[in-house]
Structures are given as C-alpha cells and as structure tokens.
C-alpha cells in the first residue's frame, strides 16, 4: 500500500469513525506524513513495510532534530493510532509501534489571569464601533463559558438564548448548555441587534461572529485580537483564547463551585483532566502562604 493512500484511508477513520477535532485530524496527518516521508527517504520503505526498529529510530531522529517532548510524545501517539488501525484493519499482521512510550516530560499547571487582569482585558475592547461591539462580545462570552476558540468561532446565531442566558456549544463529545453572567448577556445582546446585522455579508448568514468580510470568524482571526488586546491591557503573561478558559475554571473552583459541574461546563470527558484546576489553585494558596506568613 502507498504512502498517499495509507493517509487518505486514516483520514477518513479519524474524520468518520474518531470524528477527531479538526486541530487533532490536521496534527496527526502531519506527523503521518513527516513520518513517511524520513522512511521513504532512509529506509526506501513505505509506512506499511516499517518495523519497530525503524520506528523507534525515527523518534530518535525527532529528539536529535530539538524537538520538544511535546511534540514528540503526540507524534507517538499518532503513530501508535495509526499502526492500531492498520492492524485492526487487518493492512497489517503485527503492529511495530507497541513498544513506543513517550517521555515523561514535566508537567506543567496551566497559566491563569488573576481576576484583576481578567477585568482589565474585558475592559479594552471599546463599544464605539462594530469591532468594539463584537470583540466585546466574543471576550466576555469567552470568559463566561470557558468554551474552546473552536466551539467560540463555530457557534450559530440560533445557539445563543439572550432571554434565559444560555449558551448552546456543539463540544467534541456531545452538545452541551452553558449559563451566562449578565454582562456577558448584554454584550451579546448588544453585538446581535446593534451590529451584527451591519456586519454580515449575507442575509441568512448563520455564524454567530463575523469577521469585517462578514463571513465567519477564523482562529487566527480570534487569536490576533485576543494579542492585541493583551497588549493595550499591559498583561505580561503570554496569554491565548485557552487562557480564558483556564482561568474560568480555575475562579470558578476558586469560588466554590464543585468539580463535577465545572467538568460538565468545560465538556471533559474525563474528570481527571478537570482535577488540574485543583492542583493549581492548591498552587496558588501555597504561593499565597509563602509570600504573606510571617514564619514561612
């Protein structure tokens, strides 16, 4: 089997059977292809004909190359996927990545905007014209949920319910219902009646945020004005759309709120990827503790 047509069949199992996200789908094809590519090259052998040795010399070739054990670690594991497959498909008899392990890199506790710098970036986007209104609108709504910049950017006018404060977001598992504080209401509100309708391109546009073409908002797009905004609030912190949702959770679970629910909110599938919002505001009272008490 070619290089070209082992992807194209493992495209479609992510897409299809996985239904991966498309920053998943996008990462794992390219390592994939980096991947054939260095055995094409060094071996002359195409990914199905590769054995563990060859494997595991390619994962020597990325850490010798600087490569982050990051990066590393999810090249592994979209090589791991993908020889799974194949053996499940019966392309091949023995899988020659089950001796991969990733390593253990150190674990890092995600960086969080005090409340202070919260309200200093809400503060920034001006209500003086369309831009202002949206950006507004797209920051406090960010904030308010803690929803992905994916599901931001992929929500539909018909998701929003103004007059019961709710947010409807199509997450990776399943749909979920997400409250929201008043003035993250009224920005919306605000954005929707006064702007939105100028903005569009399209009568029957559906995309809740619109960029100035009038079409829907791209990542990129969101993350340039998160940037800008950071800067004119003077934030030091090397912040991007998923601090907002980190820091949602970590204030909420500051403030009360049990685990469980901020899990539902988030749209975790597993608890244990929720539990690192405990860790880091135990982080965070140590810190305090250390700084404030006269004998520590």
């Given at each position: 089997?070619?290089?070209?047509?082992?992807?194209?069949?493992?495209e479609?199992?992510?897409?299809?059977?996985?239904k991966?996200?498309?920053?998943?789908?996008?990462?794992?094809?390219r390592?994939?292809?980096?991947?054939?590519?260095?055995?094409?090259?060094h071996?002359?052998?195409?990914?199905?004909?590769?054995?563990d040795?060859?494997?595991?010399?390619y994962?020597s070739f990325?850490?010798?190359?600087?490569?982050?054990?990051?990066?590393?670690?999810?090249?592994?594991?979209?090589?791991?996927?993908?020889?799974?497959?194949?053996?499940?498909?019966?392309?091949?008899?023995?899988?020659?990545?089950?001796?991969?392990?990733?390593?253990?890199?150190?674990?890092?506790?995600?960086?969080?905007?005090?409340s202070?710098?919260?309200?200093l970036?809400?503060?920034?986007?001006?209500?003086?014209?369309?831009?202002?209104?949206?950006?507004?609108?797209?920051?406090?709504?960010?904030?308010?949920?803690?929803?992905?910049v994916?599901?931001?950017?992929?929500?539909?006018?018909?998701?929003?319910?103004?007059?019961?404060?709710i947010?409807?977001?199509?997450?990776?598992?399943?749909?979920?219902?997400?409250?929201m504080?008043?003035?993250?209401?009224?920005?919306?509100?605000?954005?929707?009646?006064?702007?939105?309708?100028?903005?569009?391109?399209?009568?029957?546009?559906e995309?809740?945020?619109?960029?100035?073409?009038?079409?829907?908002m791209?990542?990129?797009?969101?993350?340039?004005?998160?940037?800008?905004?950071?800067?004119k609030a003077?934030?030091?912190?090397?912040?991007?759309?998923?601090?907002l949702?980190?820091?949602?959770?970590?204030?909420?679970?500051?403030?009360?709120?049990?685990?469980?629910?901020i899990?539902?909110?988030?749209?975790?599938?597993?608890?244990?990827?929720?539990?690192?919002?405990?860790?880091?505001?135990k982080?965070?009272l140590?810190?305090?503790?250390?700084?404030?008490?006269?004998?520590?």
């Amino acid at each position: 089997m070619r290089n070209s047509e082992c992807i194209e069949i493992f495209e479609t199992y992510l897409a299809k059977e996985k239904k991966s996200s498309a920053n998943t789908l996008s990462s794992y094809l390219r390592d994939i292809r980096q991947l054939g590519e260095y055995l094409e090259i060094h071996h002359e052998k195409s990914i199905v004909e590769a054995n563990d040795e060859e494997l595991a010399e390619y994962i020597s070739f990325l850490k010798s190359n600087g490569k982050s054990v990051a990066t590393v670690s999810r090249c592994i594991a979209s090589i791991k996927c993908l020889y799974s497959y194949l053996c499940l498909k019966q392309i091949i008899r023995e899988n020659p990545a089950s001796k991969l392990v990733p390593d253990k890199g150190e674990h890092k506790l995600p960086q969080i905007l005090t409340s202070r710098e919260v309200d200093l970036l809400l503060e920034q986007p001006q209500c003086t014209d369309a831009k202002g209104y949206r950006d507004k609108a797209m920051l406090e709504l960010l904030y308010a949920t803690g929803i992905r910049v994916t599901e931001l950017i992929d929500l539909n006018i018909g998701d929003v319910n103004l007059t019961a404060g709710i947010v409807r977001c199509h997450g990776r598992e399943k749909e979920r219902f997400i409250p929201m504080y008043p003035k993250a209401v009224k920005a919306l509100d605000d954005y929707i009646n006064l702007v939105r309708p100028q903005m569009i391109a399209l009568p029957d546009e559906e995309s809740l945020f619109v960029n100035v073409s009038g079409e829907r908002m791209s990542r990129q797009g969101f993350w340039k004005i998160m940037k800008y905004y950071q800067k004119k609030a003077h934030i030091d912190k090397d912040i991007t759309p998923h601090t907002l949702r980190h820091s949602f959770a970590a204030h909420l679970l500051e403030n009360g709120a049990d685990i469980h629910s901020i899990q539902e909110m988030l749209g975790h599938a597993d608890i244990s990827s929720t539990q690192i919002y405990s860790q880091l505001v135990k982080k965070q009272l140590k810190d305090v503790y250390n700084k404030a008490h006269p004998r520590a």
